[in-house]
């Protein structure tokens, strides 16, 4: 039930404007798949914003349209901020640099093809750049996803075989006491029996001296006994 209850409490956040852009953010910032998701859209930025500039498509027009195929809503804001500084006639890369979305290498690129004025070239270039660097990437977490894997299913057997290791051993160590306690008992029984059998040979032992030696009765050699 509780588990059930925060699903729908997270499903309900993540559909809210201010939740599915706090999401989003947080899905960049995930160590690995948040490296693999900013290179493959660093990749994607560069390749249609280079492509539709080589195809004479305006730079406002072509940032909307690479708005709108980001898939995230927190660069989806971001671009949005770029794109009313580009209007107010800042630079894109300058724009860019201050939202801190693209990293320094990327900017500094981008600022060089504006500076040079083969701007569409320029992005192709940072293009093939970050696909190698998201290759690169996707190979060396594909490389360590086996052992992470191996790691984690041998702390489950671990935990496992410990529970199991742990309630055996104290059955075992509760039927001990058990067995212990109850040969215990059965020694003290014995022990008293002893003691009573010998009480009794006693007893009669004094009966019959007392009975040869004075003539008395077994029932007056008993009370005398007594007594």
């Known amino acids: 039930t509780t588990v059930f209850l925060s699903g729908s409490r997270f499903r309900a956040f993540v559909r809210s404007d201010e939740g599915r852009l706090s999401w989003d953010r947080f899905r ?30 305006p730079l406002l027009k072509a940032l909307d349209l690479v708005t709108e195929i980001a898939g995230n809503k927190y660069i989806e804001a971001k671009l949005r901020d770029v794109r009313r500084a580009v209007i107010d006639g800042a630079n894109l890369s300058s724009a860019l640099a201050k939202e801190n979305l693209f990293p320094d290498l990327f900017t500094d690129m981008m600022a060089v093809g504006e500076q040079t004025g083969h701007f569409a070239k320029t992005m192709q270039t940072i293009a093939d750049v970050y696909e190698r660097e998201l290759d690169r990437t996707v190979n060396i977490i594909s490389a360590l996803i086996p052992p992470i894997i191996i790691v984690l299913i041998a702390i489950v057997v ?16 509760r039927g001990f006491a058990e067995l212990l306690s109850t040969a215990r008992s059965d020694q003290e029984q ?23 030696r004075h003539g008395l009765t077994a029932d007056a050699a008993a009370e005398r006994i007594r007594r």
């Open 158 to 173: 671990g935990f496992v075989v410990y529970s199991i290791l742990s309630a055996v051993f104290e059955m075992t160590q």
């Open 28 to 57: 960049l910032a995930i160590p690995g798949y948040g490296r693999i998701r900013r290179h493959q859209y660093y990749a994607q930025f560069s390749r249609t914003l280079g492509t539709l500039m080589e195809n004479g498509i």
């Open 190 to 212: 014995r022990r008293q029996t002893d003691e009573d059998q010998e009480r009794w040979m006693a007893v009669e032992q004094a009966t019959g001296v007392l009975m040869e």
